[in-house]
């Protein structure tokens, strides 16, 4: 696609329940990144994939958070027994070489913005 | 560890000033990357710039212009006569490049500038 899509764009959530954000990134992008924004807060890290598999996922702050991505494309973040500290919204990324090199800046979508009640 | 530092929280300016927004970043590694993205109101991120540790030039795109300095590990952002368009959130990130893609963003600059 043109750019990289997330859905849903909005999302409200009772605490406790399950929720699942997807990532389509820009076709061809082989490195894909998930970050979190909370109010005032500035981005958040949470885990990097390289085609399938996830190098890195230093991020992901707790056994809560999953995330996973199939055939090097679409990527799912998922959040279990949600918290209102969950409440943020939730960024993606995709660049096209490995990670964000000199030559391959990060492209983000418009988020996903989660409030759990 | 990689730390990126924006010590502006919030920047209000009248239209046609000059703005500066400050980025301090910490790396142990040689070989790293700079970016500065532009969040306006409508949320998505855009990329402005990047530079890598080898290339010390300063850069000038219309009215952005970019100083980086090694020597006091700064990579400024100046914005000249600032219009109410330019109102948004500015990050400043850095990359590693043994940090396998991870990029380290600051706190962000929310910068208004007023008509």
């Known amino acids: 696609g043109a750019g990289v899509s997330q859905s849903p764009s909005n999302k409200v959530t009772e605490k406790g329940k399950d929720v699942e954000l997807r990532c389509d990134p820009i076709?061809?992008?082989?490195?894909l990144y998930w970050y979190r924004q909370s109010l005032g807060q500035g981005l958040e890290f949470l885990i990097y994939?390289?085609?399938?598999?996830?190098?890195?996922k230093s991020g992901l702050p707790s056994d809560r958070f999953s995330a996973e991505r199939t055939g090097g494309s679409v990527s799912t973040l998922t959040i279990q027994r949600t918290q209102q500290e969950d409440s943020a919204v939730y960024l993606c990324?995709?660049?096209?070489?490995?990670?964000?090199?000199?030559?391959?800046?990060?492209?983000f979508g418009n988020g996903t913005r989660l409030t759990v009640t | 560890a990689q730390k990126v530092t924006q010590a502006q929280t919030e920047i209000s300016v009248v239209e046609k000033e000059d703005v500066t927004l400050d980025c301090v970043y910490e790396?142990?590694?040689?070989?790293?990357?700079l970016f500065w993205y532009k969040q306006p109101p409508s949320g998505e991120l855009v990329f402005l710039i990047r530079?890598?540790?080898?290339?010390?030039q300063n850069e000038i795109s219309g009215r952005y212009s970019w100083n980086f300095q090694k020597s006091t590990s700064s990579f400024n952002f100046t914005i000249t006569a600032s219009q109410v368009v330019d109102s948004a959130v500015y990050f400043c990130?850095?990359?590693?490049?043994?940090?396998?893609?991870?990029?380290?963003f600051g706190q962000g600059t929310e910068l208004s500038v007023k008509p």
């Open positions: 076709s061809g992008h082989t490195a």
């Open positions: 790396t142990r590694d040689t070989t790293y990357y």
């Open positions: 990130a850095s990359l590693s490049g043994n940090q396998g893609g991870k990029l380290i």
């Open positions: 530079r890598n540790s080898f290339d010390e």
């Open positions: 990324a995709s660049s096209r070489g490995r990670g964000a090199t000199y030559n391959s800046p990060l492209h």
């Open positions: 994939f390289q085609g399938n598999s996830a190098p890195d």
